[in-house]
Each structure stands twice: as C-alpha cells, then as structure tokens.
C-alpha cells in the first residue's frame, strides 16, 4: 500500500484529505499540532497520528526520526495560516506576518528536507504543497498582504524545489485547492472540503517530472504564477 504524510491534519482540507486516503487504503501518517484533540482524525480508522507544530524545528527533526527507514509515496505540505485579511498600510502587525512566513514558507522547506530521505525510498516520490491562487502575481490585488506573500514566497520555493529534485526522480506540486468551505474559507465558499481533496488528489495521481513544479488549480487547470 502506498503511503501519504498530512501536515496541519486536524481539520480542513488536511482532515479530508487523510480521509479520502484512508478510504483508498492508503497507510496515512496524520501531523497536527494536537492530533489527540482531534476527533475526525479518531474517526479514521488505521490513520497514524503524529504531533507536529510545523514551525518547531526540533520537532520537525524528531518526526523525521521516528519515520526514519519509512518510505513516503507523497508528501502533502497543507499546514497554513492566513493572518489578519485587512494587513496592509497602516494596519500592519509585523510579528503576525513573521509568523504567517513561518507556517507557511519556511515550514514546508523544513518538512521537504527533512522528509527527503523518506520521499527517496517511496515508490512515487512525489511533494505536493497546498498554496493558494492569491499567492499569483500576475492575479494579484490588495488586502491580506501576508498571507499572499507567504503564497507567493511558497511557490517560488516549491519552483525551486522542483529543479533541485528532479535529479532524484522526485516531482512537485504546488496546488491551490479553489475556495473552499473551511475555517479560513468561510461558510459562503464555492467548494466542500470533499469536492476539493478529490481534485487535488486527481492533480497529484497525475503528477510526474514532466508536470513538476507547475501551479496546478484543483481541476487541473494551470494558474499564471
């Protein structure tokens, strides 16, 4: 059976998409800060349940131990944060966007390395990270500036990451998962978190070194960077 790793699993996207790989009898290995006051992670049979604050390096390093000789297929960065949606000039909480650069740029790459040894030992090596489509340049408008930064930042990573890996046969995809009715998309978003995960996880069946480092909508369609 393959395997996937989850961060920020508790809830969301990172909760529906151990689900839908569980129910596909895929070994899923869940992270979240607190996966024992998870519920919806207790509900997945077989899932395990791994605690993770994806910002602490020491315990990033501690995962990266305990899964030592464990082979990952995939590898989904989904862990994120928004920050406050009115940042801007003269609103700005600098240690709030520090902490948003944290969760989200810094924390996949640290997950990335950390996980290498492993996604080299999987059958599909593949990375695949959760950005959003407000991290686009080409599309961009005001408001929330760290959050579309730290999207921003995260892709240029990811595209990194894509040219780094490719040598060692390891594809990457940067997703953005539609708007969608979580806690960071409201009540009044487009998608359910289920309609969401089964794009996704389309767009990641069908990745590969020709697709890698592309940014993928959750149908599949390309988004200008």
């Given at each position: 059976m393959?395997?996937?790793?989850?961060?920020g699993a508790s809830r969301g996207l990172g909760l529906e998409l151990c689900r839908q790989y569980a129910a596909e009898a895929w070994t899923v290995i869940a992270c979240a800060r607190s996966p024992d006051k998870a519920p919806g992670l207790a509900a997945i049979a077989g899932v395990r349940r791994e605690a993770l604050d994806v910002t602490d390096r020491d315990q990033v390093s501690d995962l990266a131990r305990r899964l030592s000789g464990v082979p990952i297929d995939v590898v989904i960065n989904n862990a994120g944060i928004y920050?406050?949606?009115?940042?801007?000039?003269?609103?700005m909480d600098f240690a709030e966007w520090e902490q948003v650069l944290r969760v989200n740029v810094l924390a996949p790459f640290a997950m990335a390395e950390a996980l290498l040894p492993n996604l080299r030992a999987g059958g599909q090596k593949k990375l695949a990270t959760v950005s959003s489509r407000m991290g686009s340049i080409a599309e961009a408008s005001g408001n929330a500036v760290p959050y579309r930064s730290s999207k921003a930042a995260l892709n240029m990573v990811m595209k990194c990451l894509a040219t780094e890996l490719a040598g060692q046969g390891i594809a990457v995809a940067v997703l953005h998962p539609g708007w969608v009715r979580t806690d960071m998309?409201?009540?009044g978003a487009d998608?359910?978190?289920a309609e969401s995960v089964a794009g996704m996880r389309k767009a990641i069946a069908a990745l590969d070194l020709a697709r890698s480092g592309q940014f993928v909508n959750y149908?599949?369609?390309t988004i200008p960077w």
């Amino acid at each position: 059976m393959p395997t996937v790793l989850v961060t920020g699993a508790s809830r969301g996207l990172g909760l529906e998409l151990c689900r839908q790989y569980a129910a596909e009898a895929w070994t899923v290995i869940a992270c979240a800060r607190s996966p024992d006051k998870a519920p919806g992670l207790a509900a997945i049979a077989g899932v395990r349940r791994e605690a993770l604050d994806v910002t602490d390096r020491d315990q990033v390093s501690d995962l990266a131990r305990r899964l030592s000789g464990v082979p990952i297929d995939v590898v989904i960065n989904n862990a994120g944060i928004y920050g406050r949606r009115d940042a801007g000039i003269g609103c700005m909480d600098f240690a709030e966007w520090e902490q948003v650069l944290r969760v989200n740029v810094l924390a996949p790459f640290a997950m990335a390395e950390a996980l290498l040894p492993n996604l080299r030992a999987g059958g599909q090596k593949k990375l695949a990270t959760v950005s959003s489509r407000m991290g686009s340049i080409a599309e961009a408008s005001g408001n929330a500036v760290p959050y579309r930064s730290s999207k921003a930042a995260l892709n240029m990573v990811m595209k990194c990451l894509a040219t780094e890996l490719a040598g060692q046969g390891i594809a990457v995809a940067v997703l953005h998962p539609g708007w969608v009715r979580t806690d960071m998309g409201g009540p009044g978003a487009d998608l359910s978190p289920a309609e969401s995960v089964a794009g996704m996880r389309k767009a990641i069946a069908a990745l590969d070194l020709a697709r890698s480092g592309q940014f993928v909508n959750y149908d599949g369609k390309t988004i200008p960077w």
